[in-house]
């Protein structure tokens, strides 16, 4: 039998690929207008690096790392989540030395987790995220969702919730666990194995239990709300009237305490049900982490971040049929009729890619009408035919595909004729219903878009 996948992965096909390739520079280029720059860390790090740095309590750490002993008899762990992993990457290149504070860095590419494998939950699931380092405004935070929220608006998402909540300062949390303590205490026997140790190692985990039956005792527990200190509920209001300014959407959850122990401050979600009523639950997730980069052997600054599930990203897109315009499409196929025609018809396919159309062509000695097939099938715009005639005259015979019209155009006049053509369908004023006339776009009142001046420098 072949070899199959390994459980909790996933093959990325066709329109699915594409569908990543386009939310993730979506995402990428919302966060460079945010000011962020990318950066690449290892896939494999040492595991203390999210030991220490994701927190000994986190589920993540306790029961889902990827862990093994390389051959030099080092532990090393497969990223299970991003952040810890770029705080040593800033703290060994010295980062936070040599640029302007905040640092601001964004990020994209595979984690993995050993999670009970379900809808929506694999065991290697693809990440983009940021990190803002270095700064402890408020407005940081701020930022940071509102950068989340216009990517998945640009997705044209328009179902999200943003849940958020503080969790204080250490203060707040010292006094907190203190309460949780006492609070759970004469419960904690009767609940699950679970809970019995996040009870030793930080009880704030406790509330992130989905066990049922631990869920009544959960629900009463007291909320982080009521011992926020001074300067932590100060913070937190800062940053709701300042999302409420931006028009940004939100919902105080005060039982929102987030699954990796370094946060402090504000923590958030943003949720998903599609427009079809299907809940996704999170579809990314972040907050502020004031110890992170203390605890891995750096400087005492504090950071926010987030990142997305893309995985959960594409299945709402395709829930809400937001990927109609990620399918393959090509502008031309290239049919040369008989080996003679082969040779010129791979130069016509290079000075069309040259001129930037996606070209395919036929290597087959097949039927015209099969040919025409493949061009239907790869979803090309025209087909360009090269028979004998068209080598010795040098030229070629151009097809549209949607209304089936054909004409000829020497190669030397190729790529202007070819210009002209997507000049024309992508033209606003045709789009509209008008006749299309050179330079239309400008004489009109509408909007210039981008596209409408084909050829032409953006906004002439
Ligand atoms: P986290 O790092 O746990 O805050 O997760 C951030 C986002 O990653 C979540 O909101 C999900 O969208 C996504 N995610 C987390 N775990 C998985 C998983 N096992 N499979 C797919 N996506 C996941």
Known sequence: MATNNVKGTHDVIATEANAYS????????LAELYGYNEVRSPVLEYTEVFSRGVGQSSDVVRKEMYTFDD??????TLRPEFTAGIMRLV?????????ELPLKLYYCGPVFRYERPQLGRYRQFNQFGIESIGHDSPYNDVEAIALAYSILQSLGLENVTIKINTLGDEETRNNYR??????????????????KSRFELNPLRILDCKVDEDRPIIDKAPKVSDFLSEASKARFDVVLESLDALGIPFEVDDALVRGLDYYSETVFEFHYQSLKGNNYGAIGAGGHYGKLMKDLGGPDYPGIGFSFGIE???SVLSD?????????????????IGDESRQFA??????????????????????????FKRATNKRAKYAVIIGENEVKDNKVVLKDL??????????????DVVDDLFDQDECCCKKEGNEHHEGCCHNQEGEHHHGCCHNKKEGE
């Open 22 to 29: 386009m939310v993730e520079s979506v995402m990428k280029s």
């Open 71 to 76: 051959k030099g008899g080092r532990s090393v």
């Open 91 to 99: 703290i060994q290149n010295k980062l936070y030395a040599t640029n």
């Open 178 to 195: 203190t309460a949780l303590r006492a609070y759970f205490e004469p419960h904690i026997d009767n609940m699950c194995e679970d809970c």
């Open 312 to 314: 959960r990203i594409i």
């Open 320 to 336: 809400d049929d937001l990927l109609q315009n990620v399918e393959s499409k090509l502008d031309f196929y290239v049919m040369p």
């Open 346 to 371: 791979l130069g016509v396919a290079t000075i069309l890619r040259s001129a930037g159309y996606k070209v395919d062509m036929c290597f087959d000695n097949i039927k015209m009408g099969n040919m």
């Open 402 to 415: 949607e209304v089936q019209t054909q004409f000829e155009a020497s190669i030397e006049e190729l790529v």
